[in-house]
């Protein structure tokens, strides 16, 4: 069995860079956001590609996201969107979710993107069940295997949920004891998706690391 995986080097990482096809808002989104403490947060480029494919191939019509930050990976799936298509996304911080409606504005987004405040906790028990082509799980670590949960009941059968940030910039292979509670949690949230007979699950080293799930 082949089991060796790419090294993606520096000059790799320039090649793959050629490919990248940043739309100009979300470019300009992340020049807004160089030296900000939380830039890191926004959706790797190479995801919100692979995003807006996503959403494309399950249909465009309904889609759900935990963790709306500034906005960033909402716009990249707004591309894959059907003109009747919409986004929910939910954000417990009331600043970011006033930047990220801001953003939404600016770039004509607003009416397809409606920000839930709160913690999604709150939110998610009161959506419908069945009623989304696809989950984007993007919040707190923690909290990520309560909201594969909900994912679960909300996307219709066929739909896919993707997780962002499953290797932790690496950590999650530190041994057991030496994890930090966000790369245990991403541990046992992969654990979790990839054990889960009610999905079929990949774990992709797209970004940070992304587990890929369709809903059977
Ligand atoms: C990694 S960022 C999301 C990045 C965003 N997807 C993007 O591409 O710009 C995580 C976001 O989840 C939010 N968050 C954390 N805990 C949350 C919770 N319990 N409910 C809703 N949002 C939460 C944070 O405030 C933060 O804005």
């Keep these: 069995m082949a089991s060796d995986r790419l090294p993606i080097g520096d ?22 956001m160089e030296g900000d403490q939380w830039e890191v947060m926004m959706t790797h480029p190479d995801l919100g ?3 807006e494919v996503l959403v494309r191939a399950s249909g465009g019509r309904s889609v759900l996201e935990v ?15 059907e003109p009747t298509g919409h986004i929910d996304t939910l954000e417990a911080d009331g600043e970011r979710a006033r930047r990220a409606e801001e953003f939404f504005a600016e770039t004509g987004l607003a009416d397809r993107i409606r920000v839930h405040r709160g913690p999604a906790e709150a939110t998610l028990p009161g959506l419908p069940a069945d009623a989304y082509d696809l989950c984007y799980i993007d919040a707190d670590k923690p909290g990520y295997i309560g909201y594969l949960e909900h994912a679960v ?18 950590r999650v292979a530190l041994p057991e004891g030496e994890r930090d509670a966000n790369a245990a949690a991403l541990v046992a949230f992969t654990e979790a998706a990839t054990g889960d007979p009610r999905l079929r699950t990949a774990v992709l080293t797209v970004g940070d690391g992304v587990t ?5």
């Design 153 to 170: 009941r909300v996307v219709r059968t066929g739909g896919l949920i993707v997780a962002d940030n499953v290797l932790a910039g690496g």
């Design 67 to 81: 963790g709306t930050f500034v906005g960033t990976s909402a716009a990249w799936m707004a591309r894959g969107l």
């Design 11 to 32: 000059a790799l990482s320039a090649h793959l860079d050629r490919f990248a096809r940043i739309p100009e808002e979300i470019a300009a989104l992340h020049r807004r």
């Design 212 to 216: 890929l799930s369709v809903v059977l």
């Design 49 to 51: 590609a692979l995003l």
